[in-house]
């Protein structure tokens, strides 16, 4: 995509966020922030029997690339098993959004992505612990 192309899906997710709001049975509540511009984020997960991301959801207060970035994520993990969003790095971000947009405030672009890994960590953590109970 170019720059053009980004900024328009940028904008469009902030205008119309997918996967905003809570899941209030979510396996996984997990809250990032970031104190530079004051960006605050939740992240609702759920997971399957499989382990797969059944839902996933964000509610957040904070600028535009923050909202737009957690909202394009989201949309393209659902589905996807726990073990492949473990594997994922910071530049999945970059592939998402574009280097330009993400070197202009990277710690904005990526709370969506950070909180995420916290959530997945969070449940992994759970699933060992349920594990070893049994």
């Given at each position: ?83 492949e969003?473990?594997d ?20 904005c ?26």
């Open positions: 995509m170019n720059q053009e192309q980004i900024l328009k899906l940028v904008l469009d997710h902030y205008e119309n966020p997918r996967n905003y709001g809570e899941i209030s049975d979510a396996d996984v509540i997990e809250e990032g922030g970031n104190p530079g511009c004051g960006d605050i984020l939740k992240i609702y997960l759920n997971v399957d029997s499989d382990n797969n991301v059944r839902d996933v959801s964000f509610s957040a207060d904070g600028c535009m690339l923050s909202q737009a970035g957690a909202s394009i994520l989201l949309e393209k993990i659902k589905g996807m098993k726990v073990s969003l473990n994922l790095s910071a530049e999945y971000v970059t592939e998402l959004l574009g280097k330009k947009m993400v070197s202009t405030r990277p710690q672009a990526r709370l969506g992505f950070n909180t995420l890994k916290k959530a997945i960590s969070k449940f992994s953590q759970k699933e060992n612990i349920a594990n070893s109970n049994n």
